[in-house]
């Protein structure tokens, strides 16, 4: 049974930073694509990053320069450390594991106040 546990979120002031934590089971986070999103009230949900097997990252526009995503193999956790928070990254953050279908975590509320 595959499980994702999110953690770390909490309410910053703008500038601030979060690292937020991805507890996994029933899966191997080093196959596959472990990614992060968001959805802020009255938005569709929408990507963050991801790393895959193969170690390489991708970033939303939005976020590349401040947010770093990163895995780590032998506890099985995927992270998004994130830096120089804006109002905008206000959302729920969800963390998604993919192989032939995914799997969603039950999201960690991240509050950035300016």
């Known amino acids: 049974q595959v499980q994702l546990v999110e953690s770390g979120g909490g309410l910053v002031q703008a500038g601030g930073s979060l690292r937020l934590s991805c507890a996994a089971s029933?899966?191997?986070?080093?196959?596959?694509?472990m990614g992060w999103y968001r959805q802020a009230p009255g938005k569709q949900r929408e990507f963050v990053a991801n790393i895959n097997s193969g170690g390489n990252t991708n970033y939303a526009d939005s976020v590349k320069g401040r947010f770093t995503i990163s895995r780590d193999n032998a506890k099985n956790m995927v992270y998004l450390q994130m830096n120089s928070l804006k109002p905008e990254d206000t959302a729920v953050y969800y963390c998604?594991?993919?192989?032939?279908?995914?799997?969603w975590g039950q999201g960690t509320q991240v509050t950035v106040s300016s």
């Open positions: 998604r594991y993919t192989t032939f279908m995914h799997y």
């Open positions: 029933g899966i191997i986070v080093s196959i596959g694509v």
